[in-house]
């Protein structure tokens, strides 16, 4: 289905305050879906400046997305990289998945943002949104430790993403 067509509908979902039915339907259409994503749950209104989805879960344990109910009031193309961002959190919650280090799940999620490597459906952020992801995604890196065995294994990953930076 054409990104237009698209986005038509999750117009139409919003109207009909559909929220959590529109995030579905985009699941689906981007192929995100994953057998440890339980659903989604609406949580408060994002501010203009600030939008929170969040996995919630126990590890090994079908995951819930937390949406804010006017999550279809901002750029599709963002929404759909903050979903795939969050599905990504559902994978890596999965019994014979699990990645345990935090520092690890977020870098790997923001470089998804970067790459889409996992979901390639999902469209391109705008060079605004990358620069904020690739500068979460470096933060999360260095959190991992001066030279631990986890920057180690994302050494090449980060040269990437700090290309992409300075290509911006």
Do not use: C
């Not at 799940?105 to 690739?134: C, G, M, S, V």
């Amino acid at each position: 289905m054409p990104f237009e067509e698209i986005e038509f509908t999750i117009k139409k979902f919003h109207d009909l305050e559909m929220t959590i039915e529109a995030a579905e339907f985009l699941i689906k259409n981007y192929e995100l879906e994953h057998p440890n994503f339980k659903g989604f749950e609406l949580r408060e209104k994002a501010e203009p400046s600030f939008i929170l989805f969040t996995t919630e879960g126990v590890f090994g344990k079908p995951q819930i997305i937390r949406i804010p109910e006017n999550t279809f009031e901002f750029p599709l193309v963002l929404n759909l990289n903050l979903l795939a961002h969050e599905m990504l959190h559902v994978k890596q919650k999965y019994k014979i998945s699990i990645v345990e280090d935090k520092n690890e799940r977020e870098w790997q999620a923001y470089y998804e943002n970067l790459f889409h490597k996992e979901f390639p459906l999902i469209p391109e952020l705008t060079d605004f949104h990358k620069k904020a992801f690739a500068n979460k995604a470096l933060e999360y890196y260095n959190r991992m430790g001066e030279n631990s065995e986890l920057q180690l294994k994302y050494r090449e990953q980060k040269n990437e993403v700090e290309q992409l930076v300075s290509s911006q």
